[in-house]
């Protein structure tokens, strides 16, 4: 089924990573996850998705970080982005709007239903 849309969920949180992931397998997308911004790099390389939900307050490597690097590649530059976190937009790191981000999206103000509408939207 080529037809899938590839969506990558990079989040570090275990219980809000199955939430998502479980919910878009639902609506029939393609689901990888990542559980920090390193691992979710290397994810990204080989699938290529359509789509990375991406929260910023992560160990190892966070989402701000990671999303700078994966910019530096010309093949990352068609790959939408959706920033999902608990860090309100006042608090984002500014550098976040140079990075080819699609939307800002605070966590505890949409549903799981609400956030795959959003993607589909985008996608």
Not at 28 to 33: A, E, L, M, T
Not at 35 to 43: A, Q, R, S, V
Not at 85 to 107: C, G, H, Q
């Amino acid at each position: 089924m080529e037809d899938k849309k590839k969506l990558i969920i990079i989040e570090d949180e275990l219980s809000i990573r199955d939430l998502y992931s479980f919910k878009f397998k639902l609506e029939g997308f393609d689901v990888s996850v990542a559980e920090n911004g390193e691992e979710g790099l290397k994810i990204i390389e080989k699938v290529r998705p359509d789509l990375i939900l991406l929260d910023l307050k992560m160990p190892i490597m966070n989402g701000e970080d990671m999303l700078e690097q994966l910019r530096t590649y010309d093949w990352s530059k068609d790959i939408k982005v959706i920033v999902l976190t608990n860090i309100s937009k006042d608090e984002a790191p500014a550098k976040l709007r140079f990075l080819n981000v699609e939307r800002y999206i605070v966590k505890a103000h949409h549903t799981p239903q609400q956030i795959v509408d959003i993607v589909n939207e985008i996608i």
